[in-house]
Protein backbone atom coordinates (compact mmCIF):
# COMPACT_ATOMS: atom_id res chain seq x y z
CA UNK A 1 0.00 0.00 0.00
CA UNK A 2 2.71 2.26 0.67
CA UNK A 3 4.59 1.77 -2.08
CA UNK A 4 1.24 2.61 -4.36
CA UNK A 5 0.70 5.81 -2.72
CA UNK A 6 4.13 7.00 -3.60
CA UNK A 7 4.09 5.69 -7.11
CA UNK A 8 0.59 7.71 -7.49
CA UNK A 9 2.44 10.77 -5.48
CA UNK A 10 5.12 10.77 -8.42
CA UNK A 11 2.63 10.67 -11.15
CA UNK A 12 0.67 13.23 -9.98
CA UNK A 13 3.85 15.61 -9.70
CA UNK A 14 5.00 14.30 -13.18
CA UNK A 15 1.37 15.03 -14.41
CA UNK A 16 1.57 19.13 -13.24
CA UNK A 17 4.96 19.96 -14.43
CA UNK A 18 3.92 18.58 -17.70
CA UNK A 19 0.72 20.60 -17.60
CA UNK A 20 2.51 23.76 -16.18
CA UNK A 21 5.83 23.43 -19.39
CA UNK A 22 2.09 23.26 -21.82
CA UNK A 23 0.66 26.61 -20.63
CA UNK A 24 4.54 29.35 -20.93
CA UNK A 25 3.97 31.63 -22.55
CA UNK A 26 5.28 30.92 -26.90
CA UNK A 27 5.84 27.21 -25.33
CA UNK A 28 9.09 28.04 -24.29
CA UNK A 29 11.34 27.74 -21.37
CA UNK A 30 14.26 28.63 -20.18
CA UNK A 31 16.45 25.95 -18.06
CA UNK A 32 20.18 26.80 -17.16
CA UNK A 33 20.32 29.67 -19.18
CA UNK A 34 19.69 27.79 -22.80
CA UNK A 35 16.03 28.12 -24.80
CA UNK A 36 14.24 25.23 -25.28
CA UNK A 37 11.38 24.43 -27.48
CA UNK A 38 8.25 22.84 -26.11
CA UNK A 39 8.56 19.14 -27.29
CA UNK A 40 11.62 18.74 -26.01
CA UNK A 41 11.06 20.47 -22.44
CA UNK A 42 8.55 17.53 -22.36
CA UNK A 43 11.32 14.90 -23.15
CA UNK A 44 13.08 16.47 -20.31
CA UNK A 45 10.47 15.90 -17.91
CA UNK A 46 9.37 12.86 -18.67
CA UNK A 47 12.97 11.73 -18.63
CA UNK A 48 13.10 13.72 -14.85
CA UNK A 49 9.73 11.87 -13.52
CA UNK A 50 11.41 8.46 -14.98
CA UNK A 51 14.59 8.80 -13.29
CA UNK A 52 12.55 10.00 -9.79
CA UNK A 53 10.40 6.29 -10.64
CA UNK A 54 14.31 4.59 -11.00
CA UNK A 55 15.62 6.30 -7.69
CA UNK A 56 12.33 5.29 -5.59
CA UNK A 57 12.75 1.78 -6.60
CA UNK A 58 16.37 1.33 -5.98
CA UNK A 59 15.77 2.69 -2.66
CA UNK A 60 13.10 0.76 -1.86
CA UNK A 61 15.54 -2.39 -2.72
CA UNK A 62 18.22 -1.25 -0.48
CA UNK A 63 15.33 -1.12 2.19
CA UNK A 64 14.01 -4.38 2.11
CA UNK A 65 17.72 -5.99 1.75
CA UNK A 66 18.72 -4.59 5.22
CA UNK A 67 15.11 -5.62 6.61
CA UNK A 68 15.91 -8.97 5.65
CA UNK A 69 19.22 -9.27 6.89
CA UNK A 70 18.06 -7.73 11.14
CA UNK A 71 15.93 -9.05 13.16
CA UNK A 72 13.23 -6.41 14.30
CA UNK A 73 10.24 -6.00 16.89
CA UNK A 74 7.25 -8.14 16.45
CA UNK A 75 9.31 -11.01 14.31
CA UNK A 76 8.65 -14.47 16.66
CA UNK A 77 11.76 -17.00 16.68
CA UNK A 78 10.71 -20.32 14.79
CA UNK A 79 9.19 -23.21 17.12
CA UNK A 80 11.10 -26.30 17.69
CA UNK A 81 9.92 -29.01 15.69
CA UNK A 82 8.57 -31.54 17.74
CA UNK A 83 8.44 -35.09 14.73
CA UNK A 84 12.20 -36.62 14.21
CA UNK A 85 14.72 -34.33 12.36
CA UNK A 86 14.70 -36.72 8.93
CA UNK A 87 10.56 -36.06 8.92
CA UNK A 88 10.55 -31.97 9.49
CA UNK A 89 10.02 -31.11 6.01
CA UNK A 90 7.69 -33.67 5.35
CA UNK A 91 5.94 -32.97 8.35
CA UNK A 92 5.54 -29.17 7.71
CA UNK A 93 4.13 -29.89 4.11
CA UNK A 94 1.93 -32.44 5.56
CA UNK A 95 0.56 -29.86 8.30
CA UNK A 96 0.30 -27.15 5.72
CA UNK A 97 -1.78 -29.17 3.72
CA UNK A 98 -4.05 -30.35 6.39
CA UNK A 99 -4.34 -26.98 7.57
CA UNK A 100 -7.21 -26.37 4.61
CA UNK A 101 -8.57 -29.65 5.07
CA UNK A 102 -9.50 -29.16 8.72
CA UNK A 103 -10.64 -25.37 7.92
CA UNK A 104 -12.99 -26.87 5.55
CA UNK A 105 -14.10 -29.57 7.74
CA UNK A 106 -14.88 -27.19 10.79
CA UNK A 107 -16.42 -24.94 8.08
CA UNK A 108 -18.93 -27.81 7.44
CA UNK A 109 -19.33 -29.59 10.85
CA UNK A 110 -20.09 -25.27 11.92
CA UNK A 111 -22.50 -25.19 9.05
CA UNK A 112 -24.07 -28.83 9.33
CA UNK A 113 -24.82 -27.40 13.41
CA UNK A 114 -26.53 -24.52 12.20
CA UNK A 115 -29.70 -26.01 11.30
CA UNK A 116 -30.08 -28.43 14.01
CA UNK A 117 -29.32 -25.10 16.26
CA UNK A 118 -32.48 -23.97 14.26
CA UNK A 119 -34.67 -27.25 14.54
CA UNK A 120 -34.16 -26.47 18.31
CA UNK A 121 -35.19 -23.01 17.75
CA UNK A 122 -37.91 -24.14 15.45
CA UNK A 123 -38.88 -26.63 18.51
CA UNK A 124 -39.81 -23.46 20.98
CA UNK A 125 -42.98 -23.08 19.53
CA UNK A 126 -44.32 -26.55 20.14
CA UNK A 127 -42.48 -26.73 24.09
CA UNK A 128 -45.11 -23.45 23.73
CA UNK A 129 -47.47 -24.98 22.69
CA UNK A 130 -47.16 -28.06 25.13
CA UNK A 131 -47.31 -25.34 28.00
CA UNK A 132 -50.55 -23.86 26.71
CA UNK A 133 -51.84 -27.35 26.36
CA UNK A 134 -50.67 -28.11 30.30
CA UNK A 135 -52.23 -24.75 31.46
CA UNK A 136 -55.50 -25.44 29.59
CA UNK A 137 -55.49 -28.10 31.89
CA UNK A 138 -56.77 -26.03 34.78
CA UNK A 139 -60.58 -25.16 34.72
CA UNK A 140 -61.00 -21.92 32.98
CA UNK A 141 -63.40 -19.59 34.61
CA UNK A 142 -67.33 -19.99 34.49
CA UNK A 143 -68.06 -20.13 30.86
CA UNK A 144 -71.54 -18.65 32.26
CA UNK A 145 -69.63 -15.23 33.18
CA UNK A 146 -67.22 -15.59 30.84
CA UNK A 147 -68.20 -13.02 28.29
CA UNK A 148 -69.43 -10.69 31.15
CA UNK A 149 -65.64 -11.19 32.39
CA UNK A 150 -63.40 -11.62 29.41
CA UNK A 151 -62.95 -7.73 28.85
CA UNK A 152 -62.60 -6.55 32.69
CA UNK A 153 -60.43 -9.25 34.30
CA UNK A 154 -56.66 -8.79 33.95
CA UNK A 155 -54.45 -11.74 32.83
CA UNK A 156 -53.28 -11.85 36.78
CA UNK A 157 -52.92 -15.46 37.32
CA UNK A 158 -50.66 -15.91 34.59
CA UNK A 159 -47.75 -17.25 36.87
CA UNK A 160 -50.12 -20.16 37.75
CA UNK A 161 -48.62 -22.09 34.78
CA UNK A 162 -44.88 -22.24 36.03
CA UNK A 163 -43.13 -24.96 36.74
CA UNK A 164 -42.14 -25.94 40.28
CA UNK A 165 -38.83 -23.44 40.80
CA UNK A 166 -36.41 -26.76 42.45
CA UNK A 167 -37.76 -28.87 38.93
CA UNK A 168 -39.83 -31.34 41.41
CA UNK A 169 -42.56 -32.96 39.58
CA UNK A 170 -45.44 -32.74 41.86
CA UNK A 171 -46.94 -35.37 43.52
CA UNK A 172 -51.15 -35.05 43.53
CA UNK A 173 -53.14 -36.37 46.13
CA UNK A 174 -55.35 -39.44 45.81
CA UNK A 175 -58.43 -37.28 45.74
CA UNK A 176 -59.49 -35.15 43.25
CA UNK A 177 -59.36 -32.05 44.21
CA UNK A 178 -60.30 -29.49 41.45
CA UNK A 179 -60.59 -25.55 41.40
CA UNK A 180 -61.99 -22.46 38.93
CA UNK A 181 -62.42 -19.11 39.41
CA UNK A 182 -64.01 -15.98 38.54
CA UNK A 183 -63.61 -11.72 38.94
CA UNK A 184 -64.86 -9.17 37.64
CA UNK A 185 -65.55 -5.17 38.40
CA UNK A 186 -68.53 -4.82 40.36
CA UNK A 187 -71.16 -2.47 38.82
CA UNK A 188 -69.36 0.89 40.52
CA UNK A 189 -65.96 0.18 39.86
CA UNK A 190 -64.09 1.32 36.47
CA UNK A 191 -61.36 -1.21 37.29
CA UNK A 192 -60.80 -4.55 39.17
CA UNK A 193 -58.20 -4.80 41.85
CA UNK A 194 -58.78 -8.05 42.72
CA UNK A 195 -56.34 -11.23 41.68
CA UNK A 196 -56.72 -14.62 41.89
CA UNK A 197 -54.50 -17.71 41.07
CA UNK A 198 -56.18 -21.05 40.42
CA UNK A 199 -53.13 -23.63 40.04
CA UNK A 200 -54.79 -27.10 39.89
CA UNK A 201 -51.02 -29.11 39.14
CA UNK A 202 -49.81 -27.87 42.78
CA UNK A 203 -53.37 -27.39 44.68
CA UNK A 204 -53.34 -23.90 45.34
CA UNK A 205 -56.12 -21.59 44.99
CA UNK A 206 -55.56 -17.50 45.99
CA UNK A 207 -57.96 -14.59 46.19
CA UNK A 208 -56.53 -11.32 46.96
CA UNK A 209 -58.14 -8.11 47.25
CA UNK A 210 -56.40 -4.73 46.21
CA UNK A 211 -56.39 -1.71 48.30
CA UNK A 212 -54.41 1.76 47.85
CA UNK A 213 -56.22 3.89 45.23
CA UNK A 214 -55.84 5.00 41.42
CA UNK A 215 -53.82 1.36 40.41
CA UNK A 216 -51.94 0.92 43.32
CA UNK A 217 -54.51 -1.59 44.61
CA UNK A 218 -54.25 -3.72 41.42
CA UNK A 219 -50.58 -3.81 41.62
CA UNK A 220 -50.77 -4.54 45.25
CA UNK A 221 -53.19 -7.69 44.78
CA UNK A 222 -51.53 -8.74 41.27
CA UNK A 223 -47.69 -8.69 43.06
CA UNK A 224 -48.66 -10.29 46.22
CA UNK A 225 -50.40 -13.36 44.53
CA UNK A 226 -47.65 -13.99 42.11
CA UNK A 227 -44.80 -13.90 44.78
CA UNK A 228 -46.84 -16.11 47.01
CA UNK A 229 -47.41 -18.75 44.17
CA UNK A 230 -43.92 -18.12 42.93
CA UNK A 231 -42.27 -19.26 46.77
CA UNK A 232 -45.31 -21.89 47.05
CA UNK A 233 -44.11 -23.81 43.56
CA UNK A 234 -40.42 -23.08 44.65
CA UNK A 235 -41.34 -25.21 48.12
CA UNK A 236 -42.31 -28.49 45.67
CA UNK A 237 -39.78 -30.35 47.65
CA UNK A 238 -41.50 -30.03 51.04
CA UNK A 239 -44.94 -30.33 49.79
CA UNK A 240 -44.77 -33.93 48.39
CA UNK A 241 -43.05 -35.25 51.48
CA UNK A 242 -46.35 -34.18 52.96
CA UNK A 243 -47.91 -35.93 50.21
CA UNK A 244 -46.29 -38.61 50.22
CA UNK A 245 -46.35 -39.24 54.26
CA UNK A 246 -42.83 -38.37 55.03
CA UNK A 247 -44.32 -34.97 57.03
CA UNK A 248 -46.93 -33.99 58.83
CA UNK A 249 -49.50 -31.35 57.25
CA UNK A 250 -48.57 -28.96 59.94
CA UNK A 251 -45.16 -28.69 58.43
CA UNK A 252 -46.72 -26.49 55.42
CA UNK A 253 -47.89 -24.32 57.50
CA UNK A 254 -44.40 -21.53 58.18
CA UNK A 255 -43.75 -22.67 54.74
CA UNK A 256 -47.26 -20.71 54.12
CA UNK A 257 -46.08 -18.40 56.45
CA UNK A 258 -42.92 -17.50 54.97
CA UNK A 259 -44.51 -17.15 51.20
CA UNK A 260 -47.31 -14.17 52.56
CA UNK A 261 -44.45 -12.42 54.47
CA UNK A 262 -42.55 -12.66 51.39
CA UNK A 263 -44.78 -11.39 49.40
CA UNK A 264 -45.49 -8.55 52.00
CA UNK A 265 -42.15 -7.12 52.10
CA UNK A 266 -42.59 -6.60 48.49
CA UNK A 267 -45.51 -4.84 48.12
CA UNK A 268 -43.99 -2.63 50.37
CA UNK A 269 -40.49 -2.10 48.80
CA UNK A 270 -42.63 -1.46 45.81
CA UNK A 271 -44.53 0.84 47.61
CA UNK A 272 -41.50 2.69 48.76
CA UNK A 273 -39.95 2.99 45.16
CA UNK A 274 -42.83 4.86 43.97
CA UNK A 275 -44.79 7.81 45.75
CA UNK A 276 -48.45 7.14 43.82
CA UNK A 277 -48.10 3.62 45.28
CA UNK A 278 -47.30 4.46 48.43
CA UNK A 279 -49.76 3.20 51.09
CA UNK A 280 -50.66 0.22 48.61
CA UNK A 281 -51.65 -2.96 50.16
CA UNK A 282 -54.03 -5.88 49.40
CA UNK A 283 -55.91 -8.79 51.95
CA UNK A 284 -55.15 -12.23 50.71
CA UNK A 285 -56.41 -16.29 51.71
CA UNK A 286 -54.99 -18.80 50.03
CA UNK A 287 -55.86 -22.73 50.48
CA UNK A 288 -53.00 -25.24 50.08
CA UNK A 289 -53.85 -28.87 49.93
CA UNK A 290 -52.24 -31.06 51.93
CA UNK A 291 -52.77 -34.46 51.33
CA UNK A 292 -55.91 -36.48 50.70
CA UNK A 293 -57.94 -36.02 53.82
CA UNK A 294 -56.56 -32.14 54.52
CA UNK A 295 -55.53 -28.67 53.40
CA UNK A 296 -54.07 -25.24 55.13
CA UNK A 297 -55.50 -21.94 54.43
CA UNK A 298 -52.95 -18.82 55.01
CA UNK A 299 -55.24 -15.79 55.50
CA UNK A 300 -54.70 -11.83 56.15
CA UNK A 301 -57.24 -8.94 55.63
CA UNK A 302 -61.25 -9.60 55.14
CA UNK A 303 -61.19 -12.00 51.77
CA UNK A 304 -62.94 -15.14 53.24
CA UNK A 305 -63.02 -19.00 52.80
CA UNK A 306 -66.06 -20.63 53.58
CA UNK A 307 -66.25 -24.69 53.69
CA UNK A 308 -69.68 -25.92 52.00
CA UNK A 309 -70.90 -29.60 53.67
CA UNK A 310 -73.98 -31.31 53.47
CA UNK A 311 -76.21 -28.32 53.13
CA UNK A 312 -74.02 -26.31 56.06
CA UNK A 313 -72.05 -23.30 55.36
CA UNK A 314 -69.28 -22.13 57.99
CA UNK A 315 -67.01 -19.27 57.17
CA UNK A 316 -63.52 -20.58 58.12
CA UNK A 317 -61.04 -17.34 58.28
CA UNK A 318 -61.83 -14.36 60.68
CA UNK A 319 -61.50 -10.87 59.55
CA UNK A 320 -58.62 -8.80 60.44
CA UNK A 321 -60.82 -5.56 59.95
CA UNK A 322 -61.89 -2.81 63.15
CA UNK A 323 -65.44 -3.47 62.69
CA UNK A 324 -64.83 -7.43 63.92
CA UNK A 325 -62.46 -6.43 66.35
CA UNK A 326 -65.53 -3.80 67.54
CA UNK A 327 -68.04 -6.99 66.91
CA UNK A 328 -64.92 -9.70 69.00
CA UNK A 329 -65.34 -6.99 71.63
CA UNK A 330 -69.24 -7.05 71.86
CA UNK A 331 -69.20 -2.89 71.32
CA UNK A 332 -71.21 -3.83 67.73
CA UNK A 333 -73.44 -6.36 66.77
CA UNK A 334 -73.09 -8.07 63.35
CA UNK A 335 -75.32 -5.92 61.37
CA UNK A 336 -74.23 -3.13 63.12
CA UNK A 337 -70.90 -3.63 61.73
CA UNK A 338 -71.57 -4.75 58.40
CA UNK A 339 -73.53 -1.34 58.74
CA UNK A 340 -70.44 0.67 60.04
CA UNK A 341 -67.68 3.23 58.06
CA UNK A 342 -65.36 0.46 59.39
CA UNK A 343 -66.28 -2.34 58.00
CA UNK A 344 -63.71 -2.61 55.82
CA UNK A 345 -60.94 -0.45 57.63
CA UNK A 346 -58.38 -3.33 58.11
CA UNK A 347 -56.25 -4.01 61.01
CA UNK A 348 -53.73 -6.62 58.94
CA UNK A 349 -52.49 -6.35 55.07
CA UNK A 350 -50.34 -7.98 52.76
CA UNK A 351 -47.75 -4.76 52.46
CA UNK A 352 -48.14 -2.88 55.83
CA UNK A 353 -45.02 -4.57 57.54
CA UNK A 354 -42.46 -7.34 56.34
CA UNK A 355 -43.64 -9.62 59.09
CA UNK A 356 -47.19 -9.64 58.99
CA UNK A 357 -49.29 -11.89 61.16
CA UNK A 358 -50.49 -14.67 59.49
CA UNK A 359 -53.44 -17.09 60.09
CA UNK A 360 -52.60 -20.60 59.35
CA UNK A 361 -54.75 -23.17 60.09
CA UNK A 362 -55.65 -26.83 58.96
CA UNK A 363 -58.60 -27.60 57.47
CA UNK A 364 -59.83 -31.24 56.78
CA UNK A 365 -61.77 -32.08 53.11
CA UNK A 366 -64.36 -34.93 52.63
CA UNK A 367 -65.59 -36.21 49.53
CA UNK A 368 -68.59 -33.50 48.07
CA UNK A 369 -66.86 -30.67 50.28
CA UNK A 370 -67.13 -27.45 48.08
CA UNK A 371 -64.38 -24.68 49.03
CA UNK A 372 -65.06 -21.18 48.52
CA UNK A 373 -62.41 -17.89 48.69
CA UNK A 374 -64.05 -14.91 48.06
CA UNK A 375 -63.33 -10.88 48.24
CA UNK A 376 -65.62 -8.85 50.46
CA UNK A 377 -67.12 -7.92 47.00
CA UNK A 378 -69.12 -11.44 47.61
CA UNK A 379 -68.83 -11.15 51.03
CA UNK A 380 -70.34 -8.47 51.86
CA UNK A 381 -73.41 -10.29 50.47
CA UNK A 382 -73.49 -13.21 52.67
CA UNK A 383 -74.54 -11.68 55.34
CA UNK A 384 -77.43 -14.67 56.03
CA UNK A 385 -75.66 -17.88 57.25
CA UNK A 386 -77.76 -19.70 54.81
CA UNK A 387 -77.46 -17.91 51.53
CA UNK A 388 -74.31 -19.44 50.37
CA UNK A 389 -76.08 -22.78 50.99
CA UNK A 390 -79.05 -21.63 48.76
CA UNK A 391 -76.83 -20.91 45.88
CA UNK A 392 -74.78 -24.24 45.90
CA UNK A 393 -77.31 -26.16 45.99
CA UNK A 394 -79.87 -25.02 43.09
CA UNK A 395 -77.23 -25.85 41.40
CA UNK A 396 -72.91 -26.33 41.77
CA UNK A 397 -72.35 -26.13 37.94
CA UNK A 398 -70.91 -22.84 36.96
CA UNK A 399 -70.58 -22.11 40.24
CA UNK A 400 -68.35 -19.04 40.06
CA UNK A 401 -69.73 -17.31 37.75
CA UNK A 402 -72.77 -17.70 39.60
CA UNK A 403 -71.65 -16.35 42.42
CA UNK A 404 -69.84 -13.29 40.95
CA UNK A 405 -73.61 -13.00 39.37
CA UNK A 406 -75.08 -13.39 42.40
CA UNK A 407 -73.36 -10.03 43.90
CA UNK A 408 -73.60 -7.88 40.77
CA UNK A 409 -77.53 -8.86 40.97
CA UNK A 410 -77.14 -8.33 44.89
CA UNK A 411 -75.27 -4.58 44.01
CA UNK A 412 -72.01 -4.86 43.09
CA UNK A 413 -71.07 -2.16 44.65
CA UNK A 414 -67.34 -3.53 44.81
CA UNK A 415 -64.67 -5.71 42.88
CA UNK A 416 -65.78 -9.68 43.29
CA UNK A 417 -64.40 -12.81 43.40
CA UNK A 418 -65.11 -15.99 43.82
CA UNK A 419 -62.39 -18.88 43.57
CA UNK A 420 -64.33 -22.26 43.88
CA UNK A 421 -62.61 -25.95 44.89
CA UNK A 422 -64.36 -28.79 44.79
CA UNK A 423 -63.25 -31.87 46.71
CA UNK A 424 -64.20 -35.57 45.19
CA UNK A 425 -64.48 -37.35 41.50
Avoid at 178 to 193: I, L
Avoid at 316 to 332: I, Q, R
Wanted: glycine share 6%; net charge negative; charged share 30%.
Amino acid sequence: MKRLKMIVGWGVIGALVIFALMNFQQAKISLFNVSLSAPLSYIIALAALFGAFAGHAIVTAIRWAVRETMPHKGRHPQAEPTLAAGNDEAAKDEAADDRPAKDEAAKDEAADDRPAKEAAADDRPAKEAAADEAADDRPARDEAAEDEAADDRPAKDEAADDQPADDEAIVAPAIAVRGAGHTAPGRERDKNEDSMVVDNRLGLFIACDGMGGHAAGEVASTMAATAVARSLRAAARAINRVRRGQDEPDALQPIIVDAVRTASTAVLEAAERRREWRGMGCALTLLLVADDARAVFGHVGDTRLYRWREHEVEQLTHDHSMAAELVDGGVLSEQQAHDSPMAHALTRCVGHSPDVDVDTRMVDMRRGDILVLCSDGLADYLDEPDQLNRIIEESAELLPGRLVAFANKSGGHDNITAVVVTVGD
